[in-house]
């Protein structure tokens, strides 16, 4: 495969892992009123809202995963454990602003805040991380 095939399909894969983790969080977080959602018919609010999501998440992960991705590939790396586990972590640090001042906790202080909210980020970084595997991380490195 050549180098441009491997870079957009990095790209492509990355596009769909951020989908998937949108959509998780998304309906992870309308799960409690899925009921109420699908009788109003609100379901299709649901797509507007996991693509918004889908390019937040896009846009603020793009370096730290453009670093991930740039090491896997330089090492070959093609387990989606690894995938699943970066994906995991780095969702759950930029839940917590990497410790930065400023953050979220700096506005409230108390320690259970988004508890919940937060094993739903981590969780949607797992998926995305496993999605991007499936497309692009099983292949880590065969450009070479």
């Known amino acids: ?12 894969s990355y596009v769909l892992a951020c989908l998937a983790g949108a959509a998780l969080v998304t309906f992870g977080i309308l799960a409690l009123d899925w009921n109420n959602l699908s009788q109003a018919g609100l379901l299709s609010v649901a797509v507007i809202v996991i693509i918004i999501a889908a390019t937040v998440m896009g ?11 740039v090491v896997a590939e330089a090492f070959a790396w093609r387990s989606a454990l690894f995938y699943a586990a970066a994906g995991g972590a780095l969702a759950l640090a930029l ?4 410790g930065l ?8 202080h108390p ?3 988004l508890a919940q909210e937060r094993q739903l980020l981590a969780a949607s970084g797992i998926a995305g991380g496993l999605v ?11 450009w070479k």
């Open 111 to 113: 320690a259970v805040y």
């Open 95 to 98: 839940s917590y602003g990497f």
């Open 101 to 108: 001042p400023g953050g979220i906790d700096d506005i409230v």
């Open 59 to 69: 846009v603020v992960g793009a370096l730290p995963t453009a670093l991930i991705v």
């Open 1 to 12: 495969m050549s180098v441009v095939a491997r870079i957009l399909m990095i790209f492509f």
């Open 132 to 142: 991007y595997w499936l497309f692009a991380g099983r292949r880590a490195g065969s």
